[in-house]
């Protein structure tokens, strides 16, 4: 609740200051609601979120409360652009958003509840010229000097780091301490410099680990130290910005090995630093600079062996090994920097409102939605085809539960007894399942997507006979990929065969709804023909059912001849991404009267 209160509080100051055509950029994990709270008020902002630590895998994530963790998920979604360190993160997170709120991407697209969001990975860079020119200035090279001449004849093993469980610096000094065990022979030769800042003050857990620290390095320089030589130079200070750049300027090695972190920075300010391409950079694989600083020594920080190694291998490396891999982070830091970084999400985040536009369009905007209104109230004969499932009830687990209760029941009631409207509901369902459901209704059905109309208070009429024989071949091999599949179902229709996995681990039902499209699409394929117009994807007879055979539903009592048609078209509004049910069978054109082509425009009544 307290996590919530802030969000809340952040957002009511937001809300205050900023104008319909800014850009709003949240920054990092204490305000991962505030995207959803600000787009709830001002649904028209621009708003972009970046997550500065690492987004952790599903295994990791799920761990959290079921209400926590979709909060979570729900509160970034209102952002129009979320950003990552890397593609790693970013791939984590969708794979949550998929595993536990349903939404499936394409291409890093998301359509969430009621926008497009974009995900997309941006590597935070530094300001490079401010760490090249820096060692220059006469106060930072007096200071770099006289390091120089304490630490002579010594090669220096740089850590910096603020004082964090994150940040593995106990594991470094483990790793350190084997270094001398294994290698005596750099004794009063090396030194280890460690540079703590203080964080966190006052917490019990951050004083017990410099405590442990502390007992650390005591315990090394206290084994191997000697008269004339200290192991470790250990300072737990608060370091200005010259004496860090003239740390950076003299070290022979820099030692990055954070147990978990999203970007980490010292990495790439000691790159950036080391104008003649000396030096050497050991760094964490689980550090997000790991995936742009491939040539540096990468190691596993929970391996003090490892590390070990690491040390002993930077401090062999010869001089030319080390310009060449310096130069070539050097060129890499310099073409993305922190200019670029910001200046790439500010300019993807502009871009998403294109993206934003075009896939909105098919959906029911607020003004179109009062657009429809004012028609509505203002036409005398109306014909409304309304899809159910995903439209009418939203979208159940089983068909079964999605049995219409007592409201959905009486806005039907009330729509079809408005002498002036004509109320059709279509549906992939069987019509005994329609008739049971709405046959008291005064309202038109369409059953199996086309294959059974009935006009209200009339019997059922079959469109025009189709072939059935195919589903012989069919239903084992449905069947058979249902097994397969812990969660997925068949159900057989007179007319069609529907394969349900919407309760079925979703990435796994993925990869066998591909195999099973490409199963049916070669064993079958003279029998029946796919269509990719819409979700779901489907098989027909080949000999579709027009939408002229659902004409003589809009035509009883009149007609709606010059005034309005309105079709909600069922996959559209349940604003996901992705598949869960495959259809195979006689499918009615009707599905796609949001999208028809001019060929079929002449089957329409007249449009106004």
């Not at 309105?566 to 991404?577: D, F, K, N, T």
Request: with cysteine; net charge neutral; proline share 5%.
């Amino acid at each position: 609740e307290q996590y919530k209160r802030v969000n809340e509080v952040f957002c009511d100051a937001v809300e205050q200051v900023v104008r319909p055509d800014d850009l709003v950029w949240v920054h990092d994990y204490h305000l991962m609601l505030l995207p959803r709270l600000l787009k709830a008020r001002k649904a028209e902002l621009s708003v972009g979120f970046f997550l500065h630590i690492p987004f952790p895998s599903f295994e990791v994530f799920r761990l959290l409360p079921g209400d926590w963790r979709r909060e979570l998920l729900d509160g970034l979604l209102g952002a129009d652009l979320l950003g990552f360190h890397t593609y790693e993160y970013a791939h984590h997170f969708l794979r949550c958003v998929l595993r536990i709120l349903g939404y499936e991407h394409h291409m890093a697209q998301l359509l969430a509840a009621d926008h497009v969001v974009k995900v997309d990975s941006f590597p935070m860079g530094i300001n490079v010229g401010k760490f090249f020119t820096t060692p220059d200035e006469p106060d930072i090279s007096r200071e770099a000097r006289a390091l120089k001449t304490t630490f002579s004849e010594l090669k220096i093993i740089l850590s910096v780091d603020r004082l964090d469980y994150s940040k593995g610096i106990l594991k470094r000094l483990e790793g350190y301490e084997c270094f001398l065990e294994t290698n005596p022979e750099y004794h009063g030769k090396v030194v280890l410099l460690m540079v703590v800042v203080p964080s966190r003050i006052g917490v019990r857990q951050y004083t017990l680990m410099k405590r442990q620290l502390e007992e650390r390095v005591g315990k090394i320089n206290g084994h191997f130290g000697r008269v004339g030589w200290t192991p470790v130079v250990y300072q737990y200070r608060h370091v200005p910005f010259p004496s860090l750049v003239a740390f950076y300027a003299i070290s022979d090695v820099c030692i990055v090995t954070p147990l978990r972190d999203g970007m980490n920075l010292v990495a790439k300010e000691y790159i950036a630093t080391r104008r003649d391409g000396s030096g050497v950079l050991i760094l964490s694989e689980m550090a997000g600079a790991a995936k742009e600083l491939p040539e540096a020594i990468i190691i596993n920080p929970n391996n003090r062996v490892e590390i070990a190694s690491a040390l002993k291998e930077a401090l062999e490396t010869p001089p030319e090994q080390q310009r060449m891999r310096n130069q070539i982070m050097q060129r890499r830091l310099r073409r993305y920097d922190v200019t670029r970084w910001a200046s790439d999400f500010l300019t993807a985040l502009v871009d998403v409102r294109e993206i934003q536009t075009r896939i909105e369009a098919t959906l029911l905007s607020p003004n179109a939605r009062r657009d429809l209104m004012i028609r509505y109230r203002n036409s005398r004969r109306r014909a409304l085809f309304l899809d159910y499932d995903g439209t009418l009830t939203p979208l159940a687990r089983y068909p079964t539960l999605a049995r219409p209760g007592d409201k959905i029941l009486g806005l039907l009631r009330s729509l079809a007894a408005d002498p002036e409207n004509t109320v059709v509901i279509i549906s992939g369902r069987d019509r005994d399942t329609l008739e049971n459901w709405f046959g008291e209704l005064p309202v038109g059905l369409v059953a199996e997507h086309g294959a059974w109309t009935k006009r209200s208070g009339q019997s059922w009429q079959f469109v025009k006979p189709l072939v059935t024989k195919w589903k012989r071949q069919l239903l084992p091999i449905l069947e058979t990929y249902a097994d397969r599949l812990p969660g997925a179902f068949v159900e057989e229709k007179e007319n069609s065969a529907a394969w349900h996995y919407r309760v079925a681990d979703p990435e796994q039902a993925g990869f066998l709804a591909a195999e099973l499209i490409d199963h049916l699409d070669h064993r079958m394929n003279h029998a029946l023909r796919m269509d990719h117009d819409r979700d779901p994807v489907a098989w027909q007879s080949e000999q579709p059912v027009r939408l002229d055979h659902l004409e003589p539903l809009v035509h009883q009592g009149g007609g709606v001849d010059g005034d309005l048609v309105a079709h909600a078209p069922g996959r559209m509004c349940e604003r996901l991404l992705r598949r869960d049910v495959l259809e195979f069978g006689a499918r009615a054109a009707t599905e796609r009267a949001s999208g028809a082509g001019e060929r079929q425009r002449a089957d329409l009544p007249r449009r106004t």
